[in-house]
């Protein structure tokens, strides 16, 4: 089985196994068939082995489905939806977590540690699971776990600390690079774009300014697409 | 297994696409000389939207662009790393070295800082000046015209300064600072060092017909699917091919040695394809090694014969000697006067918009050579990492560092851009005792032998290190930060990164005069055999307080029309 057949199985495995297995598909399902191979196929630049590596990790399942139904909880106390912008969870985090548990298995015994300290802690307050719980029982929980001393090296933490640390990080990080995020964040870039300096209100906020010595060296953005040329002595004439 | 062998036979057999053997190709191909490059991993090009990474958004890869896979993460363009599988290397008597790889055509210009600065006559002749280490057989004046030749062909932005040590090219002009830099550019004057725009080889204004210009998205260690950034694939190997140049490329596969005749001289090369693991030989009149400085080195050293006996063009014992990185150090801050920012595009070009040469004179400091300083900082596009200890800088005010809920977003806002970071970059005293040999238990998967590294920082280095730190701190207060990590040991060599970590690593083919103590010519041509030349930075008799990369073009440009001449006259 070459690759691209090998990424083919693993979709339709997931999503369109039926199709697969009663062998005779009208044409219109095969093309949505290969629409849905494309968009698996949108690159971002892998290499075939790395490509080859992702699918093995997304044929993988580390958590057990209480364990996603918990890190989604806790995800969503840790960020939940605001006015404007959607939860952790409506951001894809639980998934992305999931990802990356198997992605760098260092963190496989704290995340699943973790949750079952959660679990255990709560079982033992409140007889009954920590995704089970109000959200005022898991928020007292968290509490006792959110606010490490910070004058304490991370690594000499208790691990439920480390494990909260960690969720956090993973939770907003996977938050944050997301498309919800992004936009939550007003990052502007990432598009072709003519940089022309600090806007003048910007300049004014922070207290500083352009001096002319410095600009009269920089580009001139109405002059960018005339071929450049110099004299002798090294001086832009274009 | 009998050994395939082509029979065409090459003008030039050019190992490696990189910096070096890029400009090789360009010039010896548009002279009309049949060529072949031969590239260990595979062909690459950043226009192809198969293998294209910039422009892609954090979640469009699973791991939000964590270094799980590559080192510097999965939206950089660099197909290799520190450490590649099936490619080992070692280490001697515990000392340290660090040795990044970039498997593909365009090798590590696919991804690299693309800061372009010139040595100067001081940096070609620092011997002079200090007494430590060898001068250059060569000097600015020979230098100057090729630096001026690559200027124009592939182009850098930058201003005429006028500065002794940091000569002035043929520049385009140079973006605006960020925030962040016009910070910096108080903080550094405050302390009396000098700030001017960076010099980087991105095209911020025209060039030529074949490039794109510029459009900012800050992205250039992705590649530049307009060509505006300079990679060797993009600005000489492609428009080589594209003016008519008799080129073979032999990507995926991976020179063992390079062969020779009775007489002693070079016959071409043998090499894996690791596409089907067979062994391979090219025929050329001459071999010209750009596989980077150790690599070339292990190349030599593996090509052993009767006639030389101690590996190719190391009758001197030099070969691998002399091993030298730039020094390197970094300090982060936060700066409260950045906090709470508007956003806004302000990705600008790939890296910093200003930097520090060195401004100091060693005479007057415990320690010989200097170093320049990087910045970095600013509201750029979030990836794996982003929002990690959200409001760890909370503790800065006395208030409760952790948490969760909505206030985390205020938190991640306010911090935003408010972190800056400053990176020393400095030139180390080249020694005869670091080194890169043969490590006679080891071989790669494709059965070659690998390196094994020697290197120790002295107190030279360390020394200087320790200022990096004193002058981080001092410009960083002047800012009104808060550094946010403590000034480094003694015994942590005051933050000096292990030896190959800035990926400077030069020296180990030096360039000489005299056979006994060299192993290539003023031209980069071997001592020992007249057929063969080295044009990445394996020649580098001493790596200034700069970058290595606008020396390797100037140098293998300047190798290569002596090819050509010495080709007419029949010398080789």
Known sequence: MDRRESIRSIILGSVAGGLVISGCKPEAEA???????????????RTPEEKELIAELNAEQFFNEHEL???????????????????????????????????????????????????????????????????????????????????????????????????????????????????????????????DGVPDDVLQQHGVAYEEEWLAKCVDQSKRGIMAEWDDEGNLLT | ????????????????????????????????????????????????????????????????????????????SAYGGWDIEGEPYTRKNGTKFDWFRSRMLGGRTNHWGRISLRFSERDFKHKDVDGLGDNWPIGYDDVKPYYDKV??????????????????????????????????????????????????????????????????????????????????????????????????????????????NAEGKATGVSYINK????????????????????????????????????GLGNSSNIVGKYLHDSTGSSRSAFIPDLMNRKTYNEDGVGGMHVYSPWWLDNKKLDFPRGYHIEVWGGI????????????????FFGLKVGGYGNGLRDDVKKYYGSVMGISGRGESVPM????????????????????????????????QARHMHQTFEEVLHNMGGEMLQDRPSKEQDYGLLAPGRIIHEVGTTRMGNDPKSSVVNKFQQLHDVDNVFIVDAGPFVSQADKNPTWTILALSWRTSDYIIEQLKQQNI
């Open chain 2, 275 to 310: 596409e089907d693991r067979k062994e391979y030989k090219l025929k050329g009149k001459i071999v010209v090694l750009a596989a980077s400085a150790c690599s070339s080195a292990r190349i030599l050293l593996n090509s052993k014969s009767t006639q030389h006996p101690n």
């Open chain 2, 432 to 463: 005869k005792d670091n080194y890169c040999e043969i490590d006679p238990t080891t071989v790669d998967e494709f059965g070659i032998p690998v390196l094994r590294f020697h290197y120790k920082w002295s107190d030279f280095e360390r020394k």
């Open chain 1, 69 to 195: 139904a918990t890190v989604a909880v806790l995800c969503d106390i840790i960020l939940p939806a605001n006015d404007s912008f959607g939860s952790a969870s409506d951001a894809g985090v639980p998934d992305f977590i999931e990802f990356m548990a198997k992605d760098i298995p260092e963190l496989q015994i704290t995340l699943r540690g973790g949750l079952m300290w959660l679990d255990h802690k709560c079982n033992t307050e409140f007889g009954i699971e920590f995704k089970g719980v109000t959200l005022e029982q898991q928020q007292q929980t968290l509490d006792t776990i959110a606010y490490p001393d910070v004058e304490i090296p991370e690594d000499e933490r208790p691990l439920e600390i480390q494990f909260f640390s960690l969720m956090r990080n993973l939770t907003l990080t996977g938050y944050y690079t997301s498309k919800i995020g992004i936009d939550d964040l007003g990052y502007k870039g990432n598009m072709p774009n003519l940089w």
């Open chain 2, 1 to 76: 297994m009998q050994i395939l062998e082509s029979s065409t036979m090459y003008d030039v057999i050019i190992v490696g696409s990189g910096a070096g053997g890029g400009m090789a190709t360009k010039i010896l191909a548009d002279s009309g000389l049949k060529v072949a490059v031969v590239e260990a991993g595979p062909f690459f090009d950043p226009a192809d939207p198969e293998q294209q990474t910039q422009l892609k958004w954090p979640w469009e890869s699973p791991r939000r662009g964590a270094s799980t896979v590559r080192p510097f993460g999965d939206f950089d």
């Open chain 2, 151 to 260: 200027d124009k062909l592939i182009g850098v932005f930058g201003s005429k300064e006028n500065l002794p040590n940091e000569p002035d090219g043929f520049f385009l002009p140079a973006p605006k600072p960020r925030l962040h830099e016009l910070f910096y550019i108080k903080g550094a004057r405050k302390s009396n060092i000098t700030v001017i725009p960076s010099r980087m080889s991105m095209v911020t204004k025209k060039i030529n017909k074949d490039r794109g210009v510029c459009f900012y998205c800050g992205q250039c260690s992705r590649a530049c699917q307009v060509y505006a950034d300079f990679s060797a694939g993009s600005c000489l190997i492609f428009p080589a091919q594209k003016n008519g140049g008799q080129i073979d490329l032999f990507v995926n596969s991976m020179v063992r040695e390079v062969t020779t």
């Open chain 1, 31 to 45: 093309k949505a068939d290969e629409e849905l191979l494309k968009s698996a196929e949108k690159h971002f630049g």
């Open chain 2, 380 to 395: 750029g596009m979030p990836s794996y990492g982003f929002g990690f200890n959200p409001n760890d800088l909370n503790k």
